[in-house]
């Protein structure tokens, strides 16, 4: 099977800090990949290369046969890699409706954009995916008045109907109450049907129910690779969370 | 919704029936305020809108205004070298002044060059993400620039003193008051021309994608939108309309001097808008009315409190009525709405 997405040796460097120093990931279809790993193991920052948010200093990107190591953000969206960021980001003052409207696949060049009209299908898509995050109700209310995991869904919600192959969740969960992470969790393996998924997650506990995959990060590397158990039972890995909680600065429930 | 179609309609049939119930001084102090809305509309556009603050507007009036008046001053000049090129010592027409003779030259360089130097500005800003304070900041220097390079370059521009002392349009004399009920009724049409378009623009998908823009710019990019594109397209196009309403501003004032496109006068129209409601492009035409009937009554009246009144009035509009004339409003319907419907529960009730 063809891998969605491959990175080769990425480095990423702020200013002499190095947060990648050399990132191998690939992911292939319908997988859905956790990434773990203490704060600033460079999680985000690997996802914020592969959207294109922060540019890689050297190594590459390819999204199935295309190097986008290069490509600006809003071409790699359009291509399917969709993002979720870490706290909400919705547009507060348009109703949610409205914010499945801008999100909703569909020609975001200025020309066509002039003239769009809502069609009946897209109405229907919109409603559809609406009803799945539990949100059809809510449609009419400004983004802004919802509450925190609403937003959060709201997000996702904008993510899925632009019919993404890959999709980046960091720290979807953060925020939500039981109910909801259960209920996120279980539409990470629904959504795997349609793409691929990378998420960044902090809770070990959510990672151990819904993980099949886990890729751990330490110091801008991948430590390894493999299911949760295989991951728990590494040593480096040990080393690395076992010697953060002898420091007492750490604690993961690994 | 119905209600407010036809308050519009009411507002522009009003202005639009201006020459038959005010005086001829009135009716010219009219015909300008509704010239400088035309610019409150474009800063609608991109201030309340799309969040993008410029406080170089002036330059864009400024420039359609000039265009406008190049054109009037070779007619009026007759043939000849204009009167202040001739106390320079200039001895020929300069080069860029010759196409000006030709009326739809000018009227058609009067929007196409703000719009222009506006596409230029912000497309380099944009597009290396230069936002808010910053990108400020720039369209005011832009003033400056333009503002001295317009003094400096007097034996082009009249220096100081403008362009001035026209005579004819299209060779129907400008003194002639028909000539300027004419331009009036011009004005009004561009400005609800203008207004509409603004409203379509701004209840279709593009008004979504500026407010999107204006509440978080970098969910759009990650939308699959580049809203440096967009961006661009909403500065240049408040540009045009601001370079439209410098030209219908001349031809009814007389005159266009640098002082008029300056950074005094590029934050008043800021002000205007914000005194309107910044969110509304009816609020906006009106805080612009509003605000120069204000300015010309009270520096009438009492010219050395016009700044000083100027300046409260701003800080009062941001501190305790940030959405303007028009959220005075909107909240006084919403109130309005609760009530009738409170009633009709209470009517509900009574009968059962």
Known sequence: MKPVLMCRDVIVDFDGFRALQGVDLTVYPHEVRFLIGPNGAGKTTLLDVICGRTRATDGRVMFFSHDITKQPEYEIVQMGIARKFQSPSIFPFLTVWENMELAIRQDRRLRSVLRAKRTEKEEEIMAAQLERMGLLDERHRLAGTLSHGQKQWLEIGMQLIQRPQLLLLDE?????????????????????????VIIVEHDMDFVRRYSKQVTVMHEGKVLCEGSIDEVQQNEQVIDVYLGRRKNACYVSGM | MVNQRWGYWLFFAALFLAP??????????????????????????????????????????????YCMAMYLKLEASRGHLPDFMEWSGVRELPWFWKPFSYPMVAIAAAIALPTLLAALLSYFTFKNRIKGVYFSLLSQAVVVVLVTLFIGKQEWTGGTNGLTNFSTVFGFSLSSPLTQIVLYWLTTICLALIFVAARRLTSGRLGKVLIAIRDAENRVRFLGFNPTVYKVFVYSLSAAFAGVAGALFVLQVGLISPEMMGIIPSIEMVLWVAVGGRHSLMGAIVGAIVMNTAKSFLSENYPDLWLLLLGALFVVVVLFVPKGLAGIYESLVAVRIKAKRGHEREARVDVS
Do not use: D, N, Q
């Open chain 2, 20 to 65: 038959f119930y005010l005086t001829e001084f009135r009716l010219s102090l009219l015909g300008k305020f509704l010239c400088l809305a035309i610019v409150a509309v474009g800063i609608s556009l991109i201030w309340g809108y799309t969040g993008i603050l410029s406080l170089g507007h002036g330059v864009y009036f400024g420039l359609g205004a």
């Open chain 1, 172 to 196: 979807p969960i953060a925020g939500m109450s039981a109910a909801e992470r259960e209920r996120t969790g279980e539409w990470l393996h629904e959504i795997a049907e349609h793409c691929a």
